[in-house]
């Protein structure tokens, strides 16, 4: 196993200002269906990278099939890196109020929102970081639910040989078909296992593909809730209102977007996500998984805009 390299990438974007190319982001890609055969890469798509937030899909088959009772925006939530909006806290208290628990069982880590408005919201409020308002709150309180229907110990729920953990490898094995997995912990304080973005890829698919009904009960849900997963009007939640995807961001900068068993799994080097949108979106284009102008629409919608004083001076031009 190793990590990707600057060697192992290829140009994802460049960011011109006034025909001058200002910035370029470099990073690797995989456009993969459910059986794991390669449809289009870039880079070397067997590195090893942490697959961060994007691994909460499968965290979420785990505890349904732990028993679970998650539905709707629950389920969502468990899946989730929220931006920290009221609508979305009040739901995470609501599950934990459900099994007679409070944001004190949470084991994330206090922190301040995702989203920059609902920092400057909560700050405004005279509050400071809480571990609600951490982007993988709700994914840890239906860690708590499963532990609760199945009389597992709560307060270790994070310890990589707790029987939740220990089904959440299974289910990460079976789905991504690989046992060659890199043990770590996430910023949230949860197992984390680094792999292949061919396996992330080949994971994501098969939660897509309509053969696994707690994969296909979390999909349904993600499309009947997206702003439970993101937020309104950000980048996740905007690419599946407008295509029927599961989009769903990692930190350091990794990116799945996936639909009917096909996927791209993205890596940009250096941890940005400025250009991940844009280049999956396009990717999955030209391969007939979305539409060519709804790809364009967001991207124009999504992209970061160059500013000169009041005047658009460049763009973000996607390269692979």
């Known amino acids: 196993m190793h990590p990707l390299s600057a060697e192992g990438c290829v140009e994802l974007a460049t960011l011109d200002r006034n025909g001058l190319i200002e910035s370029r982001h470099i990073g690797a890609f995989v456009v993969i269906d459910r059986e794991g055969s390669v449809i289009e890469s870039g880079g070397d798509i067997d590195a090893t990278i942490f697959p961060r937030s994007t691994l909460k899909p499968l965290q979420a088959i785990a505890a349904l099939r732990a028993g679970a009772e998650l539905d709707g925006v629950d389920l969502v939530l468990s899946s989730a890196s929220h931006c920290g909006s009221h609508k979305h806290t009040d739901a995470v208290e609501s599950m934990l109020g459900h099994d007679h628990l409070t944001v004190n069982d949470l084991g994330c880590p206090p922190a301040w929102p995702l989203g920059y408005s609902e920092k400057a919201e ?17 994914k840890h309180a239906a860690f708590l639910r499963a532990c609760v229907v199945n009389g597992w110990a709560a307060d270790t729920y994070l310890e990589p040989h ?17 046992s060659e997995l ?31 009904a707690d994969a296909t009960k979390l999909v349904d849900a993600i499309r009947e ?6 937020g309104f009007g950000r ?17 350091e900068g990794v990116l799945i977007i996936a639909r009917d068993g096909i996927a791209v799994a993205l890596k940009c080097l250096d941890g940005s996500q400025r250009a991940n949108t844009a280049a999956a979106l396009t990717l999955l284009a030209r391969h007939g998984v979305i539409e060519t102008s709804v790809a364009e629409d967001l991207t124009e919608e999504l992209a970061e805009k160059i500013t000169g004083g009041a005047q658009i001076v460049g763009r973000l031009t996607v390269s692979v």
């Not at 953990?165 to 299974?170: A, P, V």
């Not at 910023?187 to 939660?207: D, E, Q």
């Not at 980048?235 to 930190?251: F, L, P, Q, S, W």
């Open 122 to 138: 909560r700050i405004a409020e005279g509050q400071g970081e809480q571990r609600v308002t951490m982007n993988c709150s709700g």
């Open 162 to 178: 707790h029987p939740l953990q220990i089904l959440i490898r299974e289910v990460v094995e079976e789905f991504t078909g690989t």
């Open 182 to 212: 890199w043990p770590a912990i996430d910023g949230c304080g949860a197992p984390l296992y680094g792999m292949s973005l061919r396996a992330l890829g080949t994971g994501i698919a098969r939660v897509t593909d309509g053969h696994d």
């Open 225 to 230: 809730n997206p702003w439970a997963l993101d």
């Open 235 to 251: 980048d996740n939640t905007r690419v599946i209102e407008a295509t029927g995807c599961i989009a769903k961001i990692g930190a």
